[in-house]
């Protein structure tokens, strides 16, 4: 299974940026994918999560009302829109998904199975 996410950058205060998790050989139609971040110093934090199977989506109440989470399952990629950035989004942010132990989502990064490499985001003016 690989987990490759693409999109990050730098970014003013403000900004939008799209990231983009593209997961093979799990369905992403079946298996909770999750964005986590993790700034320096700081612990890693779930960010959102979908579960097409269950309808299920989470938001980090920080995050809520700026970004958004999608799935393209013809392309089996997960995206997270990422609205009006502030400073404090700066991270790295991590996709994983949960294949094969459950569908829903859930916010512990140790039941998440399978991650990416990180896209560094670094909002500042």
């Known amino acids: 299974v690989q987990v490759v996410e693409s999109g990050g950058g730098l970014v003013q205060p403000g900004d939008s940026l799209r990231l983009s998790c593209a997961v093979s050989v799990v369905n992403v139609n079946y298996y909770a994918v999750a964005w986590f971040r993790q700034a320096p110093g700081k612990e890693r934090e779930a960010v959102s999560c979908?579960?097409?199977?269950?309808?299920?989506?989470y938001y980090e109440n920080s995050v809520k009302g700026r970004f958004t989470i999608s799935s393209d399952t013809s392309k089996n990629t997960v995206y997270l829109t990422m609205n009006t950035l502030k400073p404090e989004d700066t991270a790295v942010y991590y996709c994983?998904?949960?294949?094969?132990?459950?569908?829903?989502?859930?916010?512990?990064?140790?039941?998440?199975?399978?991650w990416g490499q990180g896209t560094q985001v670094t909002v500042s003016s």
């Open positions: 994983a998904t949960r294949s094969p132990r459950g569908r829903s989502c859930v916010e512990t990064s140790i039941d998440y199975d399978y």
């Open positions: 979908t579960s097409v199977s269950d309808g299920d989506v």
